[in-house]
């Protein structure tokens, strides 16, 4: 009911936004010639962007997923039409302009709507604490914890206590890696980063660039996957 609920909470903002997109695409669409391949396909992938939107409604969360991914590739394909056809002098660049930041924005809100899946799939995790061995989880949590059974109930055993001292060496070096790759790569996307942290997961250098912006030692421009990080 929940899945339902938030689904059709979030369903209506996606399918207006891609009925604006697509009606916007149709009218600059109009003023290309008749019989240009271009504007057929624009006006194709605009219908198909709707088509897809609508069907969000009425599949499960993973399936949904999956579709918002061919949406975004749908999106970036009218995109690459726009400047095709701004280029060639079919449409206005202005106009190109103008819609290309509403579908930066249409894909910025799938984004959105794709981490409101994540969220749900992973709500409920209060199970974890019952199993008996030790379990295997992100693997900087690891390091500091272990989740253990005792004889009467399971507990959240702090590893940091013990060695605290190891935690923030680990931690400073992990940050001057993060800095040092930064300062040879500028202008570098979370994406770049990552491989080259050793040991890392994504949400742990997340947290390590953070630091660093509020340390004032790099900048960051853009927002979510147009975020690039660079020194200072």
Known sequence: MNEIILKNNNFMDIYNKSYRLAA????????????????????KLSLDLVSMSVNIKDINFNQARNLLKDIE????????????????????????????????????????????FNDDKNISVRSIFTESNVINIEDDFRKNYAIEKTTD????????????????????????????FIKGHNNSSIKDIVPNITGCSEK?????????????????????????????
């Open 24 to 43: 916007a695409v149709f009218l600059i669409s109009n003023v290309i010639d008749q019989n240009d391949e271009l504007r057929t396909k624009m006006k």
């Open 73 to 116: 590739k749908n999106s970036l394909e009218l995109m690459s039409m726009l400047d095709i056809a701004a280029v060639s002098g079919l449409i206005s660049e202005m106009n190109s302009r103008v819609i290309k930041e509403e579908f930066k924005s249409f894909i910025s809100e799938l984004d959105k709507f794709a981490d409101k």
């Open 153 to 180: 109930t399971g507990v959240l055993k702090n590893n940091s206590d013990k060695k605290n001292g190891n935690g923030h060496k680990r931690k400073d070096t992990r940050k001057s890696t993060i800095l040092d």
């Open 204 to 232: 742990t250098v997340q947290r390590e660039l953070i630091t660093l912006i509020a340390e004032n030692k790099i900048r960051k421009t853009g927002e979510r996957r147009w975020s690039r990080y660079s020194i200072i």
